[in-house]
């Protein structure tokens, strides 16, 4: 399984643009990167994918590093209900599971 | 479309006894994935069905054990409970089964608490 690096914590503010980063230094050529979050109390959701542009949905937008070894969750404008654990994960062909690394915890301030 | 159900919500159990833990995925989806949620380890995977067929699982004793009926719903059991089984179980499905670009819809879990 490709490895991921998150930094345990961010905090931002309330409308602001937040930037959240994932090391995946490990991943294959294939994998794509996948980032869900768990809201409290809640099961994950999934937020975005993506294997080497930058996409962009409803939800956020994702930057993926030329080299693949990293990649950036953008929230354009954060709310309080971006308040959330977020997690990076890369998905490699054959198998569905998802391993979650510790993720990275984001508190929204009012 | 609903989403995915997991049955009970809640449920306290004693050690030694067993528990039989139910997800319906959303309609039309067929594969169904477990995973683990506790405050030590994380989110840790516990198996994937797909097709009424186990495709993977994940470093659990023997203890774990799943099943998919035909029409996709699953069943995960846990035998001879430990206080470390207490955890929050969460549900997944997917409308297919190995593709790098599968998003998974998780349940709201089932919170086991296991005295």
């Known amino acids: 399984d490709a490895k991921t690096t998150q930094p345990n914590s961010m905090e931002s503010n309330e409308e602001e643009p937040v930037h959240l980063p994932c090391n995946h230094s490990?991943?294959?050529?294939?994998?794509?990167i996948h980032w869900y979050r768990q809201l409290p109390s809640q099961g994950p959701e999934y937020v975005i994918h993506g294997l080497t542009s930058n996409v962009n949905n409803r939800m956020a937008s994702l930057a993926i590093a030329e080299d693949r070894k990293s990649s950036t969750l953008i929230l354009h404008r954060a709310t309080l209900r971006d308040a959330a654990v977020y997690y990076c994960?890369?998905?490699?062909?054959?198998?569905?599971?998802?391993?979650f690394g510790q993720g990275t915890r984001l508190t929204i301030n009012p | 479309k609903a989403g995915v159900t997991q049955t009970p919500r809640y449920l306290i159990k004693t050690r030694g006894q067993q528990v039989t833990l139910s997800c319906s995925p959303i309609?039309?989806?067929?594969?169904v994935s477990w995973y683990q949620q506790t405050p030590g380890q994380g989110l840790q995977f516990l198996f994937e069905?797909?097709?009424?067929?186990?495709?993977n699982k994940g470093n659990f004793p023997g203890r774990f054990s799943g099943r998919q009926f035909s029409n996709s719903r699953s069943e995960m059991n846990v035998s001879t409970l430990e206080l470390g089984d207490s955890a929050l179980y969460l549900c997944?499905?997917?409308?297919?089964?190995?593709?790098?670009?599968?998003?998974?819809?998780f349940g709201p879990g089932t919170r086991l608490t296991v005295l």
């Open positions: 069905y797909f097709s009424e067929t186990q495709r």
């Open positions: 994960i890369p998905l490699i062909q054959g198998a569905q599971k998802l391993v």
């Open positions: 309609s039309g989806h067929r594969s």
């Open positions: 997944a499905s997917s409308s297919s089964w190995g593709g790098r670009t599968d998003t998974q819809y």
């Open positions: 490990t991943i294959s050529g294939t994998d794509y």
